[in-house]
T-cell receptor, first 112, second 114 residues
Framework: DQQVKQNSPSLSVQEGRISILNCDYT??????FLWYKKYPAEGPTFLIS?????DKNEDGRFTVFLNKSAKHLSLHIVPSQPGDSAVYFC???????????FGKGTHLIIQP | GAGVSQSPRYKVAKRGQDVALRCDPI?????LFWYQQALGQGPEFLTY????????KSGLPSDRFFAERPEGSVSTLKIQRTQQEDSAVYLC????????????FGSGTQLSVL
């Protein structure tokens, strides 16, 4: 039973356009959400996070939106750049859980 | 070192063999986690240490899996009598303080059991 779902295995976006990656969760105890970026043969690296008391967090080209009622979050990257091509993982924690629960990831491909 | 270091980078084991995977976390990081990532999946939680204390081992898939962090820094994940389904990338991560902080991951050990 997947508690964090990323339903798009891959996404292709033209350079300069907006990339929108989506994530849904089922566990209402989750109260902190993170996005990680992973290049091949490397470990995931932290990108941006959001607490459940907020609905938006912005860091440069990256913005995460949280809709608690829908149990949905999204990562917006604008403008998209070739170096953004990677696998993006949505992760969540809360309710006293140790560690993070990850989705399966979305492979973002930025086309020139 | 500057980041989380894992060794070996690749490990090929024959079914039934024991393996030991090492993790050197970022110096001073209190929390250390082990994750298992199967092909095409996200990382899945295995176990969590705060200093030398193993506070959560609920994700370890069987009693063949054992982890330790005896001095509160380097950690070893041991898998006994490896099976083909153990083939995965094993990721180690550390964080400065509590478990809800952002984690810093190593590059992982890719284990292939033949």
């Amino acid at each position: 039973d997947q508690q964090v779902k990323q339903n798009s295995p891959s996404l292709s976006v033209q350079e300069g356009r907006i990339s929108i990656l989506n994530c849904d969760y089922t566990n209402s105890m989750f109260d902190y959400f993170l996005w990680y970026k992973k290049y091949p043969a490397e470990g995931p690296t932290f990108l941006i996070s959001i607490s459940s008391i907020k609905d938006k967090n912005e860091d440069g080209r990256f913005t995460v939106f949280l809709n608690k009622s829908a149990k949905h979050l999204s990562l917006h990257i604008v403008p998209s750049q070739p170096g953004d091509s990677a696998v993006y993982f949505c992760a969540a924690t809360g309710g006293g859980a140790d560690g993070l629960t990850f989705g399966k990831g979305t492979h973002l491909i930025i086309q020139p | 070192g500057a980041g989380v270091s894992q060794s070996p980078r690749y490990k090929v084991a024959k079914r039934g063999q024991d393996v030991a995977l090492r993790c050197d976390p970022i110096s001073g990081h209190v929390s250390l986690f082990w994750y298992q990532q199967a092909l095409g999946q996200g990382p899945e939680f295995l176990t969590y240490f705060q200093n030398e204390a193993q506070l959560d081992k609920s994700g370890l898939p069987s009693d063949r899996f054992f982890a330790e962090r005896p001095e509160g820094s380097v950690s070893t994940l041991k898998i006994q009598r490896t099976q083909q389904e153990d083939s995965a990338v094993y990721l180690c991560a550390s964080s400065l303080l509590g478990s809800n902080e952002k984690l810093f991951f190593g590059s992982g050990t890719q284990l292939s059991v033949l």
